[in-house]
């Protein structure tokens, strides 16, 4: 019995998806799968509302995933010091799961509106003597739409 409460207490903070909801109406669940130079998001495309993404950074290197609300073309996003400015106007970061290493995981849920998204890598990385390494404009950029 005390195993139950847990798993209803469980189902009760993390929503009845996490604990294998057959409803596929109530939010939708996107593969994301991070590599050196792409984003690859299987579907690409949500219906509005709780949208899950399922992330796996399968290279060799540390990545973040970020979702940004926009009408621009992905790869055509603002840039400061090297970096998608994820302050620009025109976007809209919706949310992120930072510093994902090399075969590791994670997962966030948001809740998306319709529209355009692009879902990006924004790490840059110093080596000293070295030009910087930017993880967007060497190609982690996928566009993502919401209907």
């Given at each position: 019995?005390?195993?139950?409460?847990?798993?209803?207490?469980?189902?009760?903070?993390?929503?009845?998806?996490?604990?294998?909801?057959?409803?596929?109406t109530s939010s939708g669940s996107i593969a994301i799968t991070l590599k050196?130079?792409?984003?690859?998001?299987?579907?690409?495309?949500?219906?509005?509302?709780?949208?899950?993404?399922?992330?796996?950074n399968t290279g060799r290197e540390m990545h973040e995933f970020v979702v940004?609300?926009?009408?621009?073309?992905?790869?055509?996003?603002?840039?400061?010091?090297?970096?998608?400015?994820?302050?620009?106007?025109?976007?809209?970061?919706?949310?992120?799961?930072?510093?994902?290493?090399?075969?590791?995981?994670g997962h966030v849920t948001l809740q998306l509106s319709p529209g355009k998204?692009?879902?990006?890598?924004?790490?840059?990385?110093?080596?000293?003597?070295?030009?910087?390494?930017?993880?967007?404009?060497?190609?982690?950029?996928?566009?993502?739409?919401?209907?």
């Amino acid at each position: 019995m005390k195993f139950r409460f847990i798993a209803v207490v469980a189902c009760a903070a993390f929503g009845s998806s996490a604990c294998g909801s057959d409803d596929e109406t109530s939010s939708g669940s996107i593969a994301i799968t991070l590599k050196e130079d792409t984003i690859s998001a299987s579907p690409a495309t949500a219906s509005a509302g709780a949208v899950d993404f399922m992330v796996s950074n399968t290279g060799r290197e540390m990545h973040e995933f970020v979702v940004i609300k926009t009408d621009l073309p992905e790869d055509q996003l603002p840039m400061v010091d090297g970096a998608v400015d994820e302050e620009a106007a025109g976007l809209q970061v919706m949310g992120e799961i930072e510093d994902i290493p090399a075969g590791g995981s994670g997962h966030v849920t948001l809740q998306l509106s319709p529209g355009k998204y692009v879902l990006i890598c924004n790490i840059v990385e110093q080596v000293t003597g070295m030009p910087s390494h930017n993880h967007y404009d060497e190609g982690m950029h996928k566009a993502f739409v919401v209907n």
